[in-house]
């Protein structure tokens, strides 16, 4: 069954340094979705991005963030300058759009020290 | 958006009883909404959708209850498992699927 890939699992990084984390959506989905996810607490929404431009972002989603789909199979997201509040789990999921189920990926764990 | 407590709701069940699992949400404009499980360690995994023309959908074992009166939504699982036991996120979405904003969660704790 195909499934959303990311890449790294677990990501440490000093304070002011750019993160950049990868996704790999399912291939023939057309919606793609960034979010994070602070230890214990509930899933945040942070962008969303469709027909190679973002469609929402979130008050999270300030300047230090970025997207991109560099190519047909890649989804990133940067955050240019980190801060230690970044530490989470950062997930990517994917939707086909003719059904409405988000695929989600396994995350990526970010520790900004 | 509010940030949430470490401190999850936990709903204890034994084995072979059934569960239901609430959520209130927040914006009327609301149009789909979504009950995902994630288990410790992985991301959120889609279980059952309802969109707002309708008030119950059932599944392999799951349904789903919208009450959009009083914005509730339910979740009820049929002879629960251990497998079941994870925390359980409600989710809702305007029409144009652009923004997803997720429920606080409830850990399931299915006991043999």
């Known amino acids: 069954e195909p499934e959303v890939t990311q890449t790294p699992s677990h990501q440490v990084t000093q304070m002011g340094q750019e993160v950049i984390l990868r996704c790999v959506p399912i291939?023939?989905?057309?919606?793609f979705y960034w979010y994070r996810q602070i230890l214990g607490q509930k899933v945040e929404f942070l962008v969303s991005?469709?027909?190679?431009?973002?469609?929402?972002k979130s008050e999270i989603f300030d300047d230090q963030f970025s997207v991109e789909r560099p190519d047909g199979s890649n989804f990133t997201l940067k955050i240019r300058s980190t801060k230690l509040e970044d530490s989470a789990m950062y997930f990517c999921?994917?939707?086909?759009?003719?059904?409405?189920?988000?695929?989600f990926g396994p995350g990526t764990r970010l520790t900004v020290t | 958006g509010e940030s949430v407590g470490l401190h999850l709701p936990t709903l204890s069940v034994q084995e072979g009883d059934n569960s239901i699992i609430n959520c209130a949400y927040s914006?009327?404009?609301?149009?789909?909404f979504i009950w995902y499980k994630q288990e410790s360690g992985k991301g959120p995994q889609f279980i059952i959708d309802i969109r707002s023309n309708m008030d119950k959908r059932q599944g392999q074992r799951v349904t789903v209850l919208l009450n959009k009166t009083v914005k509730h939504l339910s979740l009820q699982i049929a002879a629960t498992q251990p497998g079941d036991s994870a925390v359980y996120f409600c989710a809702e979405t305007p029409y144009n699927f652009n923004k997803f904003y997720f429920g606080s969660g409830t850990k399931l704790n299915v006991k043999p």
């Open positions: 914006n009327s404009a609301s149009d789909y």
């Open positions: 991005f469709y027909n190679n431009e973002i469609s929402e």
């Open positions: 291939s023939n989905h057309l919606y």
């Open positions: 999921a994917s939707m086909h759009g003719g059904a409405y189920e988000q695929y």
